[in-house]
């Protein structure tokens, strides 16, 4: 499976935009980059995903780098419910028997830390 | 509040039993994923079942298994219990049976083995 690299940790004031980076090298054509982030005692939560093109949706932005070998998710105002741990994942589309499907492979994340 | 839900939410145990952890997909959801999220290994794919079918396979352990009923509800079936298995267990459900879909996942299962 193709590896997502982040930083361990990452520092924000409330208000502030957030840049969260992602390397994801060895990703494939078909492989899609999706974001999740979980809270604190919390099952993970959907952010956002893209194939090619930048996203915007109303919790955050995607910018995905023309050779498609990093992505930076973009927190436009940080809030304290924002402190969560990111995760960037490359979701691997597998055929079997003609039927496609797919799994997520969690990294460890980046632990994001508001402060007021 | 993701529309997926899981029960216990709490689970305690002694080495050597077998427990049974539920998932209830959000409503019109057809397929259902196991992870296990320890201190160590992060959160690892399980298994995913689509419409009453398994699907993929992850780290899921022979221990292990799971399957997902008529009104696609899914259990996970843990055997033979080992220290190590204590962690979070989540499900999360999508509507189709690719991962580009979003998954939404459940709150957990917090399964201690003593």
């Known amino acids: 499976d193709a590896k997502t690299t982040q930083p361990n940790s990452m520092e924000s004031n409330e208000e502030e935009p957030v840049h969260l980076p992602c390397n994801h090298s060895?990703?494939?054509?078909?492989?899609?980059i999706h974001w999740y982030r979980q809270l604190p005692s919390q099952g993970p939560e959907y952010v956002i995903h893209?194939?090619?093109s930048n996203v915007n949706n109303r919790m955050a932005s995607l910018a995905i780098a023309e050779d498609r070998k990093s992505s930076t998710l973009i927190l436009h105002r940080a809030t304290l419910r924002d402190a969560a741990v990111y995760y960037c994942?490359?979701?691997?589309?597998?055929?079997?028997?003609?039927?496609?499907?797919?799994?997520?492979?969690f990294g460890q994340g980046t632990i994001l830390t508001v402060h007021p | 509040d993701s529309g997926v839900t899981q029960t216990p939410k709490h689970l305690i145990t002694a080495t050597g039993q077998r427990v049974t952890l539920r998932c209830s997909p959000r409503s019109g959801d057809l397929s259902v994923y196991w992870y296990q999220q320890s201190l160590d290994q992060g959160l690892q794919f399980l298994i995913q079942y689509y419409n009453g079918e398994e699907r993929a396979k992850g780290n899921i352990l022979e221990r292990f298994s799971a399957q997902q009923f008529p009104d696609l509800h899914s259990e996970l079936n843990l055997s033979s219990l080992e220290l190590g298995d204590s962690a979070l267990y989540f499900c999360?459900?999508?509507?189709?049976?690719?991962?580009?879909?979003?998954?939404?996942f459940g709150p957990g299962t917090r399964l201690t083995v003593l």
């Open positions: 994942i490359l979701s691997l589309i597998q055929s079997a028997g003609g039927t496609s499907y797919g799994k997520l492979t």
């Open positions: 060895t990703i494939s054509g078909t492989d899609y």
């Open positions: 999360a459900s999508t509507r189709d049976k690719t991962a580009t879909d979003t998954q939404y």
């Open positions: 893209g194939l090619t």
